[in-house]
């Protein structure tokens, strides 16, 4: 088992590493093949004995070997928890459910971090996920239960869209998070996309007070409303519930 449990780990820490490459060039419009992995600071590619997950990153002391700049600690981050995620997932589901978990959860992670920083959700991102849960879906669960939290969790939200635009004449969310909603809902039924929306609206009024505070008030403060929504939604499905809204088989 702790053969098992290391190999998941490296895989998984390798697969973090290119999802580090995704979230930081998809929103630059970058490709995320070519060029190969290369310093955000000096631009110089980084040798492959120098690319080697996490550990690279404590031998050279979170600083790249060329330029001496700091290394984001994002990176290491990211690689750790998706090591740490592709063990939780094989350990905690059968397959195909390990699998389907993993992917999802992992296009989530990126959507999180990239909503964070850049304020967007990047379509590719969001229809990539769409396709793996359709095949998913259809194969795998009873496709009715699935659609059924997409029609819940975005008509919930859309009509707060609508409601809210009327009421203050300002846009209160991005139509990204419409479309995160759809994936979401499709990825978590009916009652814990419902309990989603509420503990991400719970989570945003936390960090508004938080930065209210450390920055001052702003009336237009813009908040990353998806990365609390996937933040919120990975530990949602990861929670077992004894009965679900709508749920069937």
């Known amino acids: ?42 631009k110089k590619i980084i040798p492959f004995y120098r ?43 059968s397959i195909p459910e390990s699998i389907f978990y993993f992917l999802v959860s992992s296009i989530l992670i990126c959507i999180c971090i990239i909503d964070y920083k850049y304020f967007i959700i990047p379509l590719s991102l969001v229809f990539s996920s769409l396709v793996i849960l359709i095949i998913y879906i259809i194969c795998f669960t009873n496709p009715l239960y699935h659609v059924y939290g997409m029609l819940v969790g975005t008509g919930y939200l859309s009509f707060i869209f609508i409601i809210t635009w009327i009421a203050t004449k300002k846009q209160p969310l991005g139509f990204g998070d419409i479309q995160l ?40 403060l813009k908040l990353p409303f998806g990365t609390f929504l996937c933040f919120v939604s990975i530990l949602m499905y990861l929670i077992p519930f004894n009965w679900d809204l709508l749920r069937f088989t």
């Open 1 to 42: 088992m702790n053969t098992t449990f290391l190999l998941l780990f490296i895989i998984g820490s390798i697969i973090g590493s290119f999802l580090n490459v995704v979230i930081y060039r998809l929103p630059l419009n970058l490709s995320i093949v070519m060029p190969r992995s290369f310093c955000t600071h000096c």
């Open 51 to 93: 690319n080697i997950p996490i550990v690279s990153y404590i031998i050279q002391g979170g600083k790249c070997n060329e330029c001496n700049k700091n290394i984001s600690i994002q990176y290491p981050l990211i690689e750790f928890i998706i090591a740490l995620n592709l063990v939780l997932s094989f350990y905690k589901y």
């Open 181 to 220: 909603m759809i994936i979401l809902g499709l990825f978590l039924g009916p009652l814990k996309i419902l309990l989603t929306i509420f503990f991400s609206a719970i989570l945003g009024i936390l960090y508004w007070i938080f930065l209210s505070y450390k920055n001052g008030f702003k009336k237009d």
